[in-house]
């Protein structure tokens, strides 16, 4: 399903984020990216997602080169997947509901398919009681739980996060990491990066270690 090949990112200035990284993900696969602060883990989800393209190598989607491809098809490879980053980008001026039911609406979808996946999606998060809720009004577990809800409720077939239990206590992790290995046992692709190496070793998935922008052995 996802094919890296000997890619290379370097960023203006001369920056080398990845350095010849290669390796394969099948469909239904949980897979995690661990490594140092500035590893390359950011940079390596970001390039699988089609948000950068590679200096050099390629990086492959059911089969489609992300490196080659045009611009305005980016968006329609971007629906396979569901997207969880650091910084949450949360609408705080919208509510929860309508955080969610963003990006169905982009997608064109009627609006009450969209009222039944968005509630489906909190549901599936424990937030359905809170979908008329500001984001700011959330703790952080529940606006994690709510990134998740947006990045699920276009049913991905790949679902990705960063660093998704960084912020959270003990038990508000042991939730988010819960609800990715369900979602990965009815057959969502599932790449998280993560420093929370006890995590890791509790799922007992597949491990990437990067080191300075390279695959460690």
């Not at 990845?18 to 390796?23: N, Q």
């Not at 490879?77 to 955080?99: A, E």
């Not at 064109?108 to 809170?130: M, N, P, S, T």
């Amino acid at each position: 399903m996802i094919g890296v090949s000997h890619v290379t990112k370097r960023y203006p200035g001369g920056f080398q984020a990845l350095h010849d990284v290669s390796f394969r993900v099948e469909a239904g696969e949980m897979l995690f990216v661990t490594g140092h602060s500035g590893a390359g883990k950011s940079t390596l989800l970001k390039l699988i997602a089609a948000i950068e393209r590679p200096s050099a190598g390629s990086v492959l989607i059911n089969g489609q080169n992300i490196a080659s491809m045009k611009a305005g098809a980016i968006p329609f490879l971007r629906r396979n997947f569901g997207l969880i980053f650091q910084d949450h980008k949360l609408l705080f001026d919208r509510s929860v509901f309508d955080n969610v039911a963003l990006p169905l609406a982009i997608s064109g979808f009627a609006r009450r398919e969209i009222a039944r996946r968005v509630r489906a999606a909190l549901d599936k998060v424990g937030l359905l009681g809170r979908e008329k809720a500001r984001p700011v009004t959330l703790s952080g577990g529940e606006q994690q739980r709510l990134c998740i809800a947006r990045a699920i409720v276009n049913r991905p077939a790949i679902l990705m996060a960063d660093e998704p239990t960084g912020n959270l206590d003990h038990a508000y992790a042991e939730e988010i990491i819960g609800m990715f290995k369900a979602f990965n046992q009815v057959g969502v692709t599932v790449l998280i990066a993560t420093h929370d190496l006890s995590m890791i070793d509790r799922i007992g998935a597949r491990r990437l270690h990067l080191d300075h922008g390279s695959l460690a052995a």
